[in-house]
Every structure is written in structure tokens, then in C-alpha cells.
């Protein structure tokens, strides 16, 4: 991986490069597994978690891990080493749809980031079915690369676009502070705190994360907090208040409450329901 080279969707869209070793799947995962790479990635992937959900973790020194809800995409780049804890696999064949290719420009591969991450996107609806189809395309009886070629382009061609220098500075403030709420659920920085490092006032910050989530920032972040809790008593012992030291935050009740007024169960009766 010593000659690989890293660029932003964005970056990549005018770009004439050559995406070769493409391969599509579907996967059928299985709850509670742990998938451990133990190499880096010899090839870019974006994987779509339509019927899981799933905990990555970056591998290398310092990494942290982030919790990919169903319905999310990941990019999971070249030369990234990480792990996955597979959950909510329902009985479909179709928890994910996961597309992997090379890209070279002069010989050079390209990679996206050093560790996983979610991609989020206000196209996601058309992103989401631009996968699928890289996927239909790759399992025709008769495979046609230019058909293969021409769907990944497509899926790039929408995260280009997204992007883009022409997107809405609107836009691009949801997105860096949809970040900041996903880098960390639990940390207790204030909506405004969030709104001055994207450079937008905190009521246009309120308005136009409504207007591209469908939800207000706090509710948004509550939900990230709820799944997160959720995994935990579904896949581990661990006590209410072990895991308030676990996400940084020291306050039981807080979760207790939290969790009771949102999900309607109180931690144990949620975990006795719903634990495998």
C-alpha cells in the first residue's frame, strides 16, 4: 500500500482514472459475529447495510470505532484495516450489498481515507438504489463490464455531485456537523458550539438539519445514543452502570431515563426482551 494516494469524492469527479477489478455481492450476515480483517484492504469498497446494522472499528493505533444504523452506507477504502460487529441481521439474503473496486490515475492507486466511514448523503434514496444496481448488474447470467463499469461510475458520479463545489454551503455545514454528532453521541457539545465550527448560525443550523434529516439535531443525536445503548444490552452482560463509564459520560440515571422515555422499556426489561 506504499504508493497509494488519498482523495475526497469530491476531488475525484473531474478526474479521468481507471476503475478496474470490480466485484458486487450480496451478503448475508450473522448476528453478533465479529469480522476481523487482520490485512488492510486491497481494494476500495462502499457497502450499503440494508438489513443490519453494525459497529466498525479502525484497527490501527488510536483508532476509534463508529455505529453504522441499517439503512446507512459505508466507504470502507483501500489500505484500511478494520473490524465489524454484525447485528440486526434480519432473514433475508440481503442485510448488505457491498461493491469493491480499484482506482488508478497515472498508475497511481487511490483510496479515499486511511479508516472507514459513513457516507452520508441527502441523495441517499438514489445512491442507495445506484448500488443495488451495480450489484443486479455484476449477477446478470451474462456479464457485460461496460454495464458493471457504467453503474459504479454512477454511484461515484452521485458522491461527486453531492460534493461538488457547487453544493449549498447550507449543505455543507449539515454535513460537518452531522459529524461531529456521529463522531461521538455521548459528548455533551451544545447544538450552538456545533453551529460556530460549521460557520452558520445556531437557528440555521437547526433549520437546515431539519430540512435534510427530517429531525432536529437533538433528536438526532438521542437516536444515535438510543441505538448505541440498545447494541450494548442486546450483545453484552454489561451492567447500566459500567456502561455510562464505557461512554465517557459517568451519569446512570441519565441513561435510565433517557432510555425509558424514548423506547418506552426500562434497560432491563429491554435487555431481557430483546438480548440473544
Known amino acids: 500500500m506504499g504508493n497509494l494516494k488519498f482523495v475526497s469524492f469530491e476531488e475525484l469527479y473531474p478526474m479521468d482514472v481507471e476503475i478496474t477489478d470490480i466485484r458486487a455481492e450480496r451478503q448475508k450476515w450473522i448476528k453478533g459475529v465479529l469480522y476481523n480483517r487482520g490485512a488492510p484492504r486491497k481494494s476500495n469498497a462502499i457497502i450499503l447495510l440494508s438489513g443490519c446494522n453494525g459497529i466498525y472499528t479502525d484497527l490501527t493505533e488510536g483508532g476509534t470505532s463508529f455505529f453504522a444504523p441499517q439503512g446507512s452506507i459505508v466507504c470502507l477504502p483501500e489500505g484500511s484495516n478494520y473490524s465489524v460487529l454484525n447485528n440486526d441481521c434480519d432473514l433475508s439474503n440481503q442485510d448488505a450489498y457491498m461493491i469493491e473496486f480499484h482506482i488508478k490515475k497515472d498508475d497511481e492507486a487511490l483510496s479515499f481515507a486511511p479508516s472507514p466511514f459513513m457516507i452520508n448523503s441527502m441523495f441517499s434514496t438514489r445512491l442507495s438504489h445506484a448500488i443495488k444496481e451495480v450489484v443486479r448488474a455484476y449477477e446478470e447470467p451474462i456479464k457485460s463490464p461496460i454495464s458493471i463499469l457504467s453503474c459504479v461510475c454512477e454511484v461515484l458520479s452521485i458522491l461527486g455531485k453531492e460534493n461538488s ?19 461521538d453521541p455521548f459528548n455533551d457539545i451544545s447544538i450552538e458550539e456545533i453551529a460556530s465550527i460549521c460557520n452558520i448560525s445556531s437557528g440555521s443550523f437547526r433549520r437546515n438539519f431539519r430540512k435534510y434529516l427530517g429531525k432536529s439535531p437533538i433528536q438526532y443525536r438521542t437516536d444515535l445514543r438510543i441505538k448505541t445503548i440498545q447494541f450494548m444490552l442486546e450483545n453484552s452482560d454489561v451492567t447500566i452502570e459500567n456502561m455510562s463509564e464505557l461512554l465517557g459520560i459517568n451519569n446512570a440515571p441519565y441513561i435510565y431515563k433517557m432510555f425509558k422515555k424514548n423506547v418506552g422499556l426500562s434497560p432491563g426489561e429491554y435487555r431481557s426482551k430483546y438480548k440473544g
Do not use: F, I, P, R
Not at 463545489?165 to 463522531?183: F, H, P, R
Open 165 to 183: 463545489s457547487t453544493q449549498s454551503k447550507d449543505y455543507s455545514a449539515v454535513a460537518q456537523g452531522l459529524k461531529l454528532l456521529e463522531k
